[in-house]
C-alpha cells in the first residue's frame, strides 16, 4: 500500500514558523516529482511547491522567499519549511507524489496524503 502521511501543521502566531513533513511509505519515491498543495475554507486546492526527482523547485508567488520545499531520499520523505507565516497562510496542506519516473513539468500527482491543519493567528 503506497501511502504519504504529513505532520507538523498546527497553530503558530504571526510571524511564525512551522516545518511540515511527508513520510512515504508501500514505495520509494527517490524518482519521483513531490510537492505540497494547501486548501483555505472556502478556496480551490491551490499550488504551493514542488520538488523534482534533481532537486529542481518550483514555488507559486505567495511561497517565493518564505517557503522552501525539501526532500530526503534516504529517509523517503519531503518536507516544507514556511517562515514569516500570515494569517492568509491558513489552510489544510496536503503533500503529493507523481508516481511517474523522473517525469517533467507539468507534474502529476496522484498519490496524496491526507492533509495537515495550519492555522495562523493575528
Known amino acids: 500500500q503506497v501511502q504519504l502521511v504529513e505532520s507538523g501543521g498546527g497553530l503558530v502566531q504571526a510571524g511564525g514558523s512551522l516545518r511540515l513533513s511527508c513520510a512515504a511509505s508501500?514505495?520509494?519515491?527517490?524518482?519521483?516529482?513531490l510537492g505540497w498543495f494547501r486548501q483555505a475554507p472556502g478556496q480551490e486546492r491551490e499550488f504551493v511547491a514542488a520538488?523534482?526527482?534533481?532537486?529542481?523547485?518550483i514555488y507559486t508567488e505567495f511561497a517565493k522567499g518564505r517557503f522552501t520545499i525539501s526532500r530526503d531520499n534516504a529517509e523517503n520523505t519531503h518536507y516544507l519549511d514556511m517562515d514569516n507565516l500570515k494569517p492568509e497562510d491558513t489552510a489544510v496542506y496536503y503533500c503529493?507524489?507523481?508516481?511517474?519516473?523522473?517525469?517533467?513539468?507539468?507534474?502529476?500527482?496522484?498519490?496524496w496524503g491526507q492533509g495537515t491543519q495550519v492555522t495562523v493567528s493575528s
Open positions: 503529493a507524489a507523481d508516481s511517474s519516473w523522473r517525469s517533467n513539468y507539468p507534474f502529476k500527482f496522484d498519490v
Open positions: 508501500g514505495r520509494t519515491f527517490s524518482d519521483s516529482a
Open positions: 520538488i523534482a526527482w534533481t532537486g529542481g523547485r
